[in-house]
Each structure stands twice: as structure tokens, then as C-alpha cells.
Antibody, heavy 116, light 107 residues
């Protein structure tokens, strides 16, 4: 069974950074992209970027290029996303999702709250 | 980026009713269109890919159609467990983009 297990909820101060994790199991980690998706409360879904775990190459949506950094550790089958210089606009649930062309398996989501 | 316009924003349906949700792309996406269902507090789940292919395990009352820029999701015979939010998503060009969502409720 394909599973993506994400790290727990985070409460961070403005200006801080946070690193979220997404541990994959049940498939060959290097055969799928890992996408990261943002969902603000009561809002739609917004792609942040993707990483190819096989070679570590990344593609970011323009607005997140200075906000998010995606990495992957093939020894532990875990993808990471670091968010920097947090503001209230970063308060959201963040999902990881594996994909070739469609996101056919998703993590349970990780809530990030930015508040002083 | 390709813009995805989804309608309606909300919908209320009776048990057993057939409903449709529409998605319009700002340019042709050659059927690279997926539909997802999301229940409160949960992650999205893939329903349909390639505009009309049913993901394994999804009930056959769900179906997708369309081509070019216009696509639709149909639920024949609304069930209580179908309540939730529905999103379309194009994967024709990077970045994949999502529609604004449709909130489906049981009347």
C-alpha cells in the first residue's frame, strides 16, 4: 500500500523557518515526482513545486521560489520542504503528493500556523 | 500559467440526483484533466484522470468527460458519502493548476 506520512503540526513565529517531512512507503521512491501543495483555510489548492528524488532536480512555481526549498533523501525515502521567512500568509495546510502526471497518492497534510 | 475556472462554487443535491460540475481551461489541455474529492480535514483523493478514466476503487457513479478547454464531472445518483469539495486540475503544462473548487452538499 502506498503511504505518504507527513510530519506533525507546526506553530511558528513570524520570520522563522520550518522544515516539513514526507516519508514514502509502498513504492519505489525514485520512480515518482514528489509535489508539494498549499491549501489555505477554505481555499483551493496551490502547487508550490516538485522534486525528482532520483536526481534531486526541482521545479518551483515562481511565487514560491524564494519561499520554499525542496529536498529528498533516498536513503530514508523522505522528501522535505523548508519554508523560510514565515509570515501570516504562510498559515496553511501543506500536502505532499506523489505524481507522474496526476497526484494519485497524498499525505495527510501538515498544518503550519504562523503567529506571534 | 493555465487558469482553471470551475463552476458552480457550491451545489446542493438530493439523494439519488445526478449532478455535474464544470471546468473550463484558459487554453486547450488535451484531456490532461483530473478530478479530486476532498472531505473536511482530509487530503484530496484522485477520482478521474485523463479526463474520463476512473481511478481504481472509485465508484462507477463518477464519470468524467470533455475535450479541448471544457470538461465535466458527473455523479449519477448522489450518495451521502459524496458530500465534500471537488477540484479539477490540469497537468498539460507545468505548473499543474487547480480549479477554485465546488462544495457539494446533500439536500
Amino acid at each position: 500500500e502506498v503511504q505518504l506520512q507527513q510530519s506533525g503540526p507546526e506553530l511558528q513565529r513570524p520570520g522563522a523557518s520550518v522544515k516539513l517531512s514526507c516519508k514514502a512507503s509502498g513504492y519505489t521512491f525514485t520512480e515518482y515526482y514528489m509535489y508539494w501543495v498549499k491549501q489555505r483555510p477554505k481555499q483551493s489548492l496551490e502547487l508550490i513545486g516538485r522534486i525528482d528524488p532520483e536526481d534531486g532536480s526541482t521545479d518551483y512555481v515562481e511565487k514560491f521560489k524564494n519561499k520554499a526549498t525542496l529536498t529528498a533523501d533516498t536513503s530514508s525515502n523522505t522528501a522535505y520542504m523548508q519554508l523560510s521567512s514565515l509570515t501570516s500568509e504562510d498559515t496553511a495546510t501543506y500536502f505532499c503528493a506523489r505524481a507522474l502526471y496526476v497526484m494519485d497518492a497524498w499525505g495527510q497534510g501538515a498544518s503550519v500556523t504562523v503567529s506571534s | 500559467d493555465i487558469q482553471m475556472t470551475q463552476s458552480p462554487a457550491s451545489l446542493s443535491a438530493s439523494l439519488g440526483e445526478t449532478i455535474s460540475i464544470e471546468c473550463l481551461a484558459s487554453e486547450g489541455i488535451s484531456s490532461y484533466l483530473a478530478w479530486y474529492q476532498q472531505k473536511p480535514g482530509k487530503s484530496p483523493q484522485l477520482l478521474i484522470y485523463g479526463a474520463n478514466s476512473l481511478q481504481a476503487g472509485v465508484p462507477s457513479r463518477f464519470s468524467g468527460s470533455g475535450s479541448g478547454t471544457q470538461y465535466s464531472l458527473k455523479i449519477s445518483s448522489m450518495q451521502p458519502e459524496d458530500e465534500g469539495d471537488y477540484f479539477c486540475q490540469q497537468s498539460y503544462k507545468f505548473p499543474p493548476t487547480f480549479g477554485g473548487g465546488t462544495k457539494l452538499e446533500l439536500k
